[in-house]
């Protein structure tokens, strides 16, 4: 789903500005590592076991961590529901 979900905004954004898509394609990424370095370094989730980062301020990654593994579930944007 995650994949389904940053291929959908990267399509979208690129539309109108490639460089802005990649840019934010380069954020999630940073950001998946800085959670894979530190899995509590952001907030806890809306739902039970996850953890939320705040990508910019309309977009957000949904993880959860188990065991020394970190899993991306969702990437967002704001404006859609969730869960």
Not at 3 to 28: H, K
């Amino acid at each position: 789903m995650v994949l389904a979900d940053r291929d959908a905004i990267m399509v979208y954004i690129a539309q109108d500005n490639p460089t802005a898509a990649i840019d934010l394609d380069l954020e999630f990424e940073a950001n998946a590592e800085k959670a894979r370095l530190r899995p509590k370094l952001y907030k806890a989730g809306r739902v039970k076991g996850t953890r939320e980062v705040v990508v910019r301020p309309n977009y957000v990654m949904v993880y959860r961590v188990i065991g020394n593994v970190v899993e991306v579930l969702r990437v967002l944007h704001a404006a859609q529901q969730w869960p």
